[in-house]
């Protein structure tokens, strides 16, 4: 047996509730996200960052105002309304950490505890059963945990422990759990049966691609899943439990589009497809599992995220984003695809601003790139920035972003490309950079640099570049192996010493990231020539270097001994390192600290002068 009962785990003592809402016309505008309807579709949950910091709201769909939860001082990241319509479950990160906690409250406020992610592991929530208030945890540390919390008593029913391992879902008599095993970009699914503890692999090993994405259909007698273990682009399959020998069948797929996520109705009728594009706009459209027919629907924004589904079925709602157009969450009737606003009144926008322009070019051994390029006001050449996105599994899209505009409004242009390892361009293309193909995604930036100077957008001498996380990790591994290109860099919680990453990182973080960097013993001679901190000797440009100080994923001390090292060589440089942040930036005030540092690092060091944004 497998399955062991634990006790209800004593919680923390609560924090104070001291997160008040404001009066309306006090409070900054704010960006809406992650929404959490409640099951008949009449309120909607959802985080704000309003008043400072990310927390949680609810709003009745047809009320003029908001009221705010008192979930505490601590950062919100992602939330969920129960089934039966009596609990909000809300992931936490205290001090803004990658280690986060699952509490529990009432709609009304009342009841506030914490269920799960007790000491060092850290809690995600797959979802709920369908018809209590039973959650679908992992809990993570050394080892994935899936786990079955009561939310009404806090009992937790424990399902199976292993190595990188998820808990997706569960059938609604807990007899069979879904899990998802591997490292990043090699994931599988597995079925569990709960009772004996037998496990067995679903989609058969092709030898390449990713699950990453799956849930049981109605019945419990198949598993739908996103994967792109068949095709090129991701796609939505359907896996038969009763023929096992059977090749799952394709649902939805498209020759144009990657399938970026899915959000199925709690009955599992339906879904809602979020499509992701060349470049990176999305597409939804809804999908009728009953007769096979896919709808497209309107999008409200460039880039859509955060789909699903009232319990009720009634109600589909999302966030909406653009270049200019700062996260809102929006509501869209499935029968009719006819979408609303939550919040009432004229569409927001975040000031002026300019819409980038999606740019294609060629890395040097020929490879497809492309990225968004921003321009200033007036004729080029201007003073550029090269923007580096995360990940390296994100990718760059035409979203919210203040930075960009901040620098744009200096005069300075912004081209934030998709190197290789970025995702929404298929699986091999995410797969490029692994191990030593990391060389080849240092030298796309080069070849973003060469490109910038020969079309006229750049101004040689006059080239930045900046980023955060992997995006910090390549500033400086481009600065180190390409010295003269650029003339400023920063880097934004970017890994410098691969060694001193591996060693200090969260453990399910190490053993998820060798498919991607490598294995520090297996590959360490690999890993030493492409940590930047190795070759550090030949940076000699001044570069700012930015780290939350609880960031426990690329840990603070991966930025302080670049600044050390460049310090010993009187190489200019700063070093800002902002306290109660983890690897995200999530209070305002810190966010809009990191974007002033920037802005003026930038142009200071690239000579801009300033231009009127038209």
């Not at 205290?94 to 406020?109: I, Y």
């Not at 060693?503 to 590959?523: F, H, L, M, N, Q």
Request: hydrophobic fraction near 40%; include cysteine; proline fraction near 8%.
């Amino acid at each position: 047996m497998s399955v062991r009962t634990e006790v209800p785990r004593t919680t923390r003592r609560a924090r104070p509730a001291s997160h008040r809402p404001a009066p309306p016309s006090l409070l900054p505008a704010g960006e809406d996200f992650a929404p959490a309807p409640s099951p008949d579709g009449r309120r909607v949950a959802f985080l704000s960052d309003r008043a400072g910091t990310p927390g949680v709201w609810v709003r009745d769909v047809d009320a003029a105002e908001a009221v705010a939860l008192p979930t505490g001082d601590e950062p919100v990241l992602a939330l969920s309304w129960s089934p039966d319509g009596r609990w909000l479950a809300c992931v936490i990160a205290p001090g803004g950490a990658p280690r986060t906690e699952l509490w529990v409250l009432r709609p009304d406020g009342s009841r506030r505890s914490q269920v799960a992610g007790f000491g060092r592991r850290s809690a995600a929530l797959a979802g709920w059963l369908a018809d209590g208030a039973v959650m679908a945890v992992t809990e993570t540390d050394e080892q994935g945990r899936a786990v079955l919390v009561d939310a009404d008593t806090g009992h937790r029913r424990v399902l199976a422990e292993g190595d990188l391992l998820t808990l997706l879902d569960v059938t609604p008599d807990a007899s069979a759990a879904l899990l998802r095993r591997g490292p990043r970009n090699a994931r599988w699914l597995e079925l569990l049966d709960v009772a004996t503890g037998v496990r067995r692999r679903l989609i058969p090993d092709t030898g390449r691609g990713s699950t990453d994405q799956g849930w049981f259909g109605p019945d419990a007698t198949s598993v739908l899943a996103r994967t792109d273990a068949f095709s090129e682009l991701a796609a939505l399959v359907r896996v038969d439990l009763t023929r096992p020998e059977q090749t799952p069948t394709r649902l939805a797929w498209r020759p144009d589009a990657e399938l970026e996520h899915v959000a199925p109705s709690v009955d599992g009728h339906r879904a809602a497809l979020l499509w992701n594009t060349y470049g990176g706009r999305s597409e939804l459209s809804l999908l009728n599992f009953v007769d096979g027919v896919q709808r497209a629907v309107g999008a409200p924004g460039e880039v859509l995220d955060d789909a699903v589904f009232a319990a009720g079925g009634d109600l589909l709602c999302l966030t909406a984003q653009g270049p200019v157009q700062p996260r809102e969450v929006w509501l869209v009737d499935p029968s009719t695809g006819v979408l609303r606003p939550l919040r009432p009144g004229p569409r927001r926008t975040g000031g002026s601003g300019v819409a980038p322009q999606l740019v294609d070019l060629r890395a040097r051994d020929g490879l497809p790139l492309s990225g968004w390029l921003y321009r200033p006001s007036g004729p080029g050449p201007w003073p550029t920035a090269i923007s580096l996105h995360g990940g390296p599994e994100a990718q760059e899209r035409p979203g919210y972003n203040p930075l960009f505009q901040a620098l744009v409004a200096q005069g300075v242009a912004v081209f934030a490309p998709n190197v290789r390892g970025s995702s929404g361009f298929g699986r091999s293309f995410v797969a490029a950079d692994n191990l030593a193909g990391r060389y080849g995604a240092i030298a796309d930036v080069a070849a973003c640099a060469d490109f910038l100077v020969d079309s006229g957008v750049a101004r040689p001498g006059q080239l930045g570049c900046l980023g955060r996380s992997y995006g910090g990790y390549l500033v400086l591994a481009v600065l180190v192996n390409f010295p003269g290109l650029f003339a400023a860099g920063v880097a934004e919680c970017g890994i410098s010493d691969f060694r001193t990453f591996f060693a200090g990182t969260e453990p399910w973080i190490a053993a998820a990231a060798v498919s991607k960097y490598g294995d520090p013993e297996r590959d360490g001679t690999l890993l030493r020539d492409l940590s930047p901190l190795t070759h550090i000797d030949r940076l000699d440009v001044p570069v700012l270097l930015i780290h939350g100080a609880n960031d426990t994923n690329v840990p603070a001390g991966e930025s302080a001994q670049v600044a050390q090292a460049l310090a010993a060589r009187d190489v200019p440089h700063g070093h800002l390192v902002l306290a109660g942040e983890g690897h995200d930036f999530l209070a305002r005030a810190n966010q809009e600290a990191a974007r002033t540092a920037t802005t003026a690092w930038l142009t200071r060091h690239l000579a801009a002068i300033a231009s009127t944004v038209g």
